[in-house]
């Protein structure tokens, strides 16, 4: 996925320790699984801010974005669907828990910053194991 300015590498790996979703940008790569995904979906876009240092503004969804690859990143805890979208602005990525009801996205500028973070990131987003709510859905 590219922006004209910045690009990264979405991917679906398999690992002997199980499936991955790899963002890998020019500097940096992170490896998450579906149980990190998912706790990603319930965060709002200000983790992106937290992230860049600055207000990360993502254009809103309409009923023109296309749907151009899914696939599910899955072990024994979560499913998560991972669809590669266009936009009108460009790309994004969604990450959705459907388990959770639970969804995020984000551009090449979001997805570069997450592929900057220590993995340790998502120990703090299990913090809240079922989502903002505090309990399943």
Same mark, same amino acid.
């Given at each position: 996925?590219? !922006?004209?300015?910045?690009? %990264?590498?979405?991917?679906?790996?398999?690992?002997?320790?199980?499936?991955?979703?790899?963002?890998?940008?020019?500097?940096?790569?992170?490896?998450?699984?579906?149980?990190? &995904?998912?706790?990603?979906?319930? $965060?709002?876009?200000?983790? /992106?801010?937290? /992230?860049?240092?600055?207000?990360?503004?993502?254009?809103?969804?309409?009923?023109?974005?296309?749907? %151009?690859?899914?696939?599910?990143?899955?072990?024994?805890?979560? !499913?998560?669907?991972?669809? %590669?979208?266009?936009?009108?602005?460009? =790309?994004? &990525?969604?990450?959705?828990?459907? =388990? =959770?009801?639970?969804?995020?996205?984000?551009?090449?500028?979001?997805?570069?910053?997450?592929?900057? $973070?220590?993995?340790?990131?998502?120990?703090?987003?299990?913090?809240?194991?079922?989502?903002?709510?505090?309990?399943?859905?």
């Amino acid at each position: 996925m590219s !922006d004209g300015t910045s690009s %990264v590498t979405v991917r679906h790996i398999k690992t002997p320790k199980g499936e991955r979703l790899e963002i890998r940008s020019a500097t940096d790569a992170i490896r998450i699984d579906a149980i990190g &995904l998912e706790s990603l979906s319930w $965060q709002d876009q200000d983790v /992106f801010s937290d /992230f860049l240092g600055y207000d990360y503004d993502l254009a809103p969804s309409s009923e023109s974005d296309e749907t %151009v690859a899914t696939f599910t990143i899955s072990n024994e805890y979560a !499913d998560v669907v991972v669809r %590669v979208i266009q936009t009108a602005t460009g =790309k994004q &990525l969604c990450i959705e828990a459907p =388990k =959770k009801q639970f969804s995020l996205r984000a551009d090449v500028t979001g997805l570069e910053a997450l592929a900057e $973070q220590d993995s340790r990131i998502f120990s703090e987003f299990l913090e809240t194991p079922h989502g903002p709510d505090g309990h399943a859905h």
